[in-house]
């Protein structure tokens, strides 16, 4: 019994001391290249600029071998600070670690990693690049924080000029003022080169003062410079953006929604392209909580998009070069073997610290993806559970003698073909991403027919497929139209990870290949989400068979 109380003590004790572990985490990265054609005097700076801004926090006088833009180490009772450089002939690169302590929350240390840096490209060194990490030293279990890039991002932006891409970083947001500006936005909100978010906030209509958004949008601007672009987007140009992407993925009315790299037409409107309604941000408390929100997805985004190594360096893996071209110069020169083994000792120390570093964030990252598979989890349960609950609630109303389709008005363009099945066949039928793109440009002429053809897969053939068939129905669904086989027109698409085959199609009949008078509605059912996916629609595809 004593024993056994004693176990029960000592893993007490190591929980005690596990939440004790006090473990640096990343924040966010920013990337980008600095303005100026010289890229020598432009490098030098950003180097004075960034060394003043560290001066600042270490509430001391750095020594002169850093205003000399060479390495470097000052201590100053935990706002320390260390710099290192490489200079050969390929590279110049110059890393500055910073660390700040958390004026409010105890043992909470901020930490700084800043690199500027040139490369040699064809006969002499390209412009200057800059990079930036924001880590976080704390026992905290969980960060209660609302991401910020420090202000020397704000600094560099305004004195040296930063570039994204091929437009230049502004504190500020940008507001749409002309038709000519809204077309510009488009073109970036689709640029598959993009590479940070685009948050739109709209203003609602009949707003007093037609130029602001229920989300001030300048302290979400100032957080996030270079890491997103903050647009502000006038009620009269929001139409734009609704005739070009549809009701599904345009924003407008007071709405905020991020648009992610990667967008485009026909993008699924849930994958990641959130949507902040804006009867809901007239609420401050929630105005509030959404600004947190593109706050953090900034920040998340960064450090998902911008790839360690590649396009933002370590302060430690330069440092690690570092050691490695000082220990070669010391044999080169033939340094006395107690200078080199000097050198040697305090690279193992520093490796050492490293390691130990990379093993905490291991653990950081291990227990971060047990929440996330947690919430995966939570989520597709919950999914099904709607699932469910639509079938219920659809079986309830069929044995009262009601069709819950009967009374639903079928669309007449196209235009709002997608709209009208988001709103009518959720949980049955659902339009992939490629479908979604052809009826925009769909020149086939009966839009009833097509939504009719759809409400039979959401009725009639899920039905079948929930009770226990196949799917292997060769039917006539009224006069002219066929469900069957697709044959040699058969192909395999991508679905959430897999693989599926699309082996049936709805079809009116005459073998036309006139695109005014050819429906064809490619189709597979889906075990998971218990729906039916249009893989392709309204004409015919293109294979080998055609």
Same mark, same amino acid.
């Given at each position: 019994?004593?024993?056994?109380?004693?176990?029960?003590?000592?893993?007490?004790?190591?929980?005690?001391?596990?939440?004790?572990?006090?473990?640096?985490?990343?924040?966010?990265?920013?990337?980008?290249?600095? /303005?100026?054609?010289? @890229?020598?005097?432009?490098? #030098?700076?950003?180097?004075?600029? $960034?060394?003043?801004?560290?001066?600042?926090?270490? @509430?001391?006088?750095?020594?002169?071998?850093?205003?000399?833009?060479? @390495?470097?180490?000052?201590? =100053?009772?935990?706002?320390?600070?260390? =710099?290192?450089?490489?200079?050969?002939? @390929?590279?110049?690169?110059?890393?500055?670690?910073?660390?700040?302590?958390?004026?409010?929350?105890?043992?909470?240390?901020?930490?700084?990693?800043?690199?500027?840096?040139?490369?040699?490209?064809?006969?002499?060194?390209?412009? =200057?690049?800059?990079?930036?990490?924001?880590?976080?030293?704390?026992?905290?279990?969980?960060?209660?924080?609302?991401?910020?890039?420090?202000?020397? &991002?704000?600094?560099?932006?305004?004195?040296?000029?930063?570039?994204?891409?091929?437009?230049?970083?502004?504190?500020?947001?940008?507001?749409? !003022?002309?038709?000519? *500006? *809204?077309?510009?936005?488009?073109?970036?909100?689709?640029?598959?080169?993009?590479?940070?978010?685009?948050?739109?906030?709209?203003?609602?209509?009949?707003?007093?003062?037609?130029?602001?958004?229920?989300?001030?949008?300048?302290?979400?601007?100032?957080?996030?410079?270079?890491?997103? $672009?903050?647009?502000?987007?006038?009620?009269?140009?929001?139409?734009?953006?609704?005739?070009?992407?549809?009701?599904?993925?345009? &924003?407008?009315?007071?709405?905020?929604?991020? %648009?992610?790299?990667?967008?485009? #037409?026909? *993008?699924?409107? %849930?994958? /990641?392209?959130?949507?902040?309604?804006?009867?809901?941000?007239?609420?401050?408390?929630?105005?509030?909580?959404?600004?947190?929100?593109?706050?953090?997805?900034?920040?998340?985004?960064?450090?998902?998009?911008?790839?360690?190594?590649?396009?933002?360096?370590?302060?430690?893996? &330069?440092?690690?070069?570092?050691?490695?071209?000082?220990?070669?110069?010391?044999?080169?020169?033939?340094?006395?073997?107690?200078?080199?083994?000097?050198?040697?000792?305090?690279?193992?120390?520093?490796?050492?610290?490293?390691?130990?570093? $990379?093993?905490?964030?291991?653990?950081?990252?291990?227990?971060?993806?047990?929440?996330?598979?947690?919430?995966?989890?939570?989520?597709?349960?919950?999914?099904?559970? *709607?699932?469910?609950?639509?079938?219920?609630?659809?079986?309830?109303?069929?044995? +009262?003698?009601?069709?819950?389709?009967?009374?639903?008005?079928?669309?007449?363009?196209?235009?709002?073909?997608?709209?009208?099945?988001?709103?009518?066949?959720? /949980?049955?039928?659902?339009?992939?991403?490629?479908?979604?793109?052809?009826?925009?440009?769909?020149?086939?002429?009966?839009?009833?027919?097509?939504?009719?053809?759809?409400?039979?897969?959401?009725?009639?053939?899920?039905?079948?497929?929930?009770?226990?068939?196949?799917?292997?129905?060769?039917?006539?669904?009224?006069?002219?139209?066929? !469900?069957?086989?697709?044959?040699?027109?058969?192909?395999?698409?991508?679905?959430?990870?897999?693989?599926?085959? &699309?082996?049936?199609?709805?079809? !009116?009949?005459? !073998?036309?290949?006139?695109?005014?008078?050819?429906?064809?509605? %490619?189709?597979?059912?889906?075990?998971?989400? +218990?729906?039916?996916?249009?893989?392709?629609?309204?004409?015919?595809?293109?294979?080998?068979?055609?």
């Amino acid at each position: 019994m004593v024993k056994k109380i004693k176990h029960q003590d000592s893993l007490q004790d190591f929980a005690t001391r596990r939440q004790r572990i006090v473990r640096e985490r990343e924040i966010l990265r920013v990337a980008s290249t600095i /303005g100026g054609k010289d @890229g020598k005097r432009t490098a #030098e700076e950003a180097r004075t600029e $960034i060394l003043k801004w560290v001066e600042k926090r270490t @509430g001391g006088e750095l020594p002169p071998s850093a205003w000399e833009h060479d @390495g470097f180490e000052h201590l =100053a009772g935990g706002r320390n600070c260390t =710099a290192v450089r490489i200079v050969d002939s @390929g590279k110049d690169i110059w890393a500055i670690r910073a660390d700040d302590p958390d004026k409010s929350i105890a043992q909470r240390v901020w930490t700084t990693e800043v690199i500027v840096g040139r490369k040699r490209g064809r006969g002499d060194f390209t412009g =200057a690049l800059f990079s930036l990490r924001l880590l976080v030293s704390s026992p905290e279990q969980e960060l209660q924080i609302e991401p910020a890039v420090p202000y020397l &991002v704000h600094q560099l932006a305004s004195k040296c000029g930063l570039h994204l891409g091929s437009g230049q970083v502004h504190a500020g947001p940008w507001t749409v !003022n002309s038709d000519e *500006a *809204a077309d510009q936005l488009i073109e970036m909100l689709v640029d598959q080169s993009r590479r940070v978010p685009v948050f739109v906030l709209t203003v609602p209509e009949h707003s007093d003062d037609p130029t602001k958004p229920l989300i001030d949008p300048a302290p979400i601007a100032r957080a996030t410079l270079g890491m997103a $672009i903050v647009v502000v987007l006038p009620a009269q140009f929001t139409w734009v953006l609704t005739e070009r992407f549809g009701k599904r993925l345009s &924003v407008y009315n007071g709405a905020v929604r991020i %648009y992610l790299p990667g967008f485009a #037409e026909g *993008a699924n409107p %849930y994958g /990641g392209h959130e949507l902040f309604l804006g009867d809901r941000l007239t609420i401050p408390e929630n105005a509030s909580r959404v600004s947190t929100l593109l706050r953090q997805a900034a920040a998340k985004e960064s450090l998902r998009r911008l790839r360690l190594g590649q396009d933002v360096l370590s302060f430690a893996s &330069v440092r690690e070069q570092s050691f490695d071209l000082e220990r070669a110069r010391l044999q080169r020169e033939g340094a006395t073997e107690t200078e080199q083994l000097s050198a040697a000792h305090a690279q193992i120390a520093t490796l050492k610290a490293d390691i130990r570093k $990379i093993e905490e964030e291991q653990q950081w990252f291990w227990d971060e993806h047990k929440v996330v598979e947690e919430r995966a989890k939570n989520a597709e349960s919950k999914l099904n559970a *709607a699932s469910y609950r639509i079938q219920q609630l659809l079986n309830q109303l069929k044995a +009262q003698g009601e069709d819950p389709d009967a009374n639903i008005p079928l669309p007449t363009s196209w235009g709002e073909f997608a709209d009208w099945c988001d709103k009518n066949l959720v /949980g049955r039928v659902l339009l992939s991403a490629r479908a979604q793109r052809e009826i925009k440009t769909s020149q086939f002429g009966d839009v009833g027919t097509a939504a009719r053809c759809l409400l039979w897969l959401a009725n009639d053939y899920r039905e079948r497929r929930l009770s226990g068939g196949n799917g292997n129905l060769r039917i006539s669904l009224e006069s002219g139209i066929l !469900n069957d086989r697709c044959g040699s027109n058969s192909f395999q698409m991508d679905w959430q990870g897999k693989r599926v085959d &699309v082996e049936w199609h709805i079809k !009116n009949g005459g !073998n036309t290949r006139d695109p005014s008078r050819c429906l064809r509605i %490619y189709y597979f059912w889906d075990d998971s989400s +218990q729906q039916v996916i249009v893989a392709s629609m309204p004409g015919h595809i293109k294979s080998g068979a055609t």
